[in-house]
């Protein structure tokens, strides 16, 4: 039996951060994975948009993901000295446009929900807009201007969050964690089993799982995990150097009432997505999820036909009932939650890590962590220590 401070179940991009700030807090971590680096970051865009991702009924959200959005440059510049390469961090702002009448009343709206939040957003024309981005389509109606909204690769991040981990003592177990175990009254959480019988000690255990959080075994009763998959299709295409510049940021787009977004990447990169479909467990990408992308974001910019499709992917968002995530102590002692984070997981890997850590380290989340505790949707819905 291994033993150490902290076990990690989860080596995605929220499980490795978590490991990698526990591990600067002089914890003794492990990563219990099969794969470390994979999972929902492999498919996600990276947008790191507090404010364009900002929907009616998540206004207690946005303090959260306005926070971490603010820790950004620092983490990536700390992280890229800590891994020895970068993230993809790029300052570059987000425009969000609508292409006829009734998308630009939903984007209005939008933009008056921003308003009474205080953000810092700005009304554009149509004409604004392409002057800003000529590669959009004649027929955009207007847009929001949003300098505040940046983003990152998640899969760079994955990257340097693995590399900074195993350079911080990190130990990664590459196998699934099958069950939780308890003491003997099922009192107090002590470490995982492994899907080969190995069993890990640990004093504290992090169950970072993503969508399949709510899936691990041995939970007393009472102790859920309200996390289910949502699942997203996204297309990634290559700009060619002759094509360059094509977009200056990332444009994002309500058509006929859907969403789109493009995010172009320094290496060249187009990212195109995302669906959201509730069909549980189902990762196909299909002809449907892809034909609806590539149709909504011609009518976007119509050059993107020309552009080589390179790649094509789904996965799975893992969503708690009110989309916000689930944070530090759980109804069962000695368990921690860092899941749940929907859309926002790569936006909210520095606050989370931050914030779990502390958790970890004091028994209590930080003030600005504490409308999200793990235990919000328990029979008695209070915080406790762990």
Known sequence: MASCDVVVIG????????????????LRVAVADPRPGGGAAQVAA??????????????????????????YPAFAAELADAAGAGIGYRACGTLAVALDADDRALLRDLHQLQQRCGLDT?????????????MLAPGVRGGLRVDGD??????????????????????????????????????????????????????QTVLAGGSRSAGLAGLP??????????????????????????????????VRGGHVYLVPRVSGELVVGATSEELGWDTAVTAGGVYQLLRDAHELVPGIT???????RAGLRPTTPDNAPLLGPSEL????????????????????????AESLVTGELPDYARPFHARRFSRTGREVPA
């Open 333 to 356: 002692p000695g368990l921690h939650l860092a899941t749940g984070h929907h859309r926002n997981g790569v936006l909210l890997a520095p606050i989370t890590g931050e914030a779990l």
């Open 221 to 254: 009763p009472g102790v859920e995990v309200p996390v289910r998959p949502v699942k997203g299709q996204i297309l990634r295409l290559r700009i060619p150097p002759e094509c360059a510049p094509f977009l200056s940021r990332t444009v994002r787009a309500v």
């Open 150 to 203: 940046h983003q990152a690769d998640p899969r760079l991040l994955t990257a340097a969050l693995l590399t900074a981990c195993q350079r911080a003592g990190v130990t990664f177990h590459r196998r699934e964690a099958r069950e939780v175990t308890v003491t003997a009254g099922g009192d107090r959480a002590t470490g995982v089993v492994l899907d080969d019988g190995t069993a890990l000690a640990a004093g």
């Open 306 to 312: 020309e552009l080589p499709l390179v790649e094509t």
């Open 11 to 26: 080596g995605g991009v929220i499980g490795l951060v978590t490991a990698w700030r526990a591990a600067q807090r002089g």
């Open 46 to 71: 990276g947008m790191l948009a507090a404010v364009t991702e900002l929907h009616h009924g998540e206004e207690a959200l946005l303090a959260l993901n306005l926070a971490s959005a603010a820790r």
């Open 122 to 134: 700005r009304w554009l024309t149509g004409r604004e807009c392409r002057k800003l981005e000529p």
